[in-house]
C-alpha cells in the first residue's frame, strides 16, 4: 500500500475548494471571480477596519508578488481599487468597489453552503482532530519557512 502524503492531499482540498468558491457574475458582462478572488472580497467585506495589502498577504499567507498580481487583476476587473490613506500618501487601502460589495451576499453564501458540505458526515470528534492537526502542521511549515529564510544555499 502506497503511504499517504499530506501535501498531496491538501493540494486536492485546496483546488477543490478554491472550484467550489469560483462562479460567474453577471454585473459585469459575466465576469468570472475565481475562489481566491472570492475569499478576499469576502475577507474585506467583513473588516471593521481598513485593509491594505499586506494585511491580505498575511491573512491568506499570499508572498507580496501573488498578492500584487490578484489585487491587480481584481482592480482591472472592477472589484476594488486602492485609495491612499490621509497620514501616509504611500499607504493604499483596499477598497471594494459596488459591485464587489453586491456580490458579498452571494459569497457568503457560497461559504455557508461550502463549510456545511465539508463537514457533512464528520463527527465533532473528529472535526477537532481535524483543526488540531492542521494547526500542528501550519506550525511545522511556518516554523520550518523561518529557519529556511535563515539559511543560505
Known amino acids: 500500500m502506497r503511504e499517504q502524503q499530506i501535501g498531496a492531499q491538501l493540494g486536492m482540498l485546496s483546488n477543490l475548494l478554491k472550484r467550489q468558491m469560483a462562479f460567474r457574475h453577471q454585473d459585469s458582462g459575466d465576469s468570472h471571480v475565481t475562489g481566491v478572488q472570492a475569499m478576499i472580497i469576502h475577507y474585506l467585506a467583513a473588516a471593521k477596519e481598513d485593509k491594505f495589502q499586506k494585511d491580505v498577504e498575511m491573512q491568506f499567507r499570499f508572498r507580496r508578488s501573488t498578492a500584487t498580481g490578484i489585487l491587480q487583476l481584481m482592480e482591472q476587473h472592477g472589484l476594488l481599487r486602492r485609495e491612499p490613506v490621509p497620514h501616509d500618501r504611500r499607504l493604499k487601502r483596499l ?9 458579498d451576499a452571494r ?7 461550502t463549510e456545511a458540505l465539508m463537514r457533512a458526515g464528520i463527527s465533532e470528534e473528529d472535526l477537532d482532530t481535524w483543526f488540531r492537526v492542521c494547526g500542528m502542521i501550519r506550525a511545522n511549515l511556518e516554523n520550518s519557512q523561518c529557519k529556511s529564510s535563515e539559511e543560505t544555499l
Open 107 to 113: 459569497i457568503r453564501e457560497r461559504l455557508r453552503a
Open 95 to 103: 477598497v471594494l468597489t459596488d459591485q464587489a460589495l453586491a456580490l
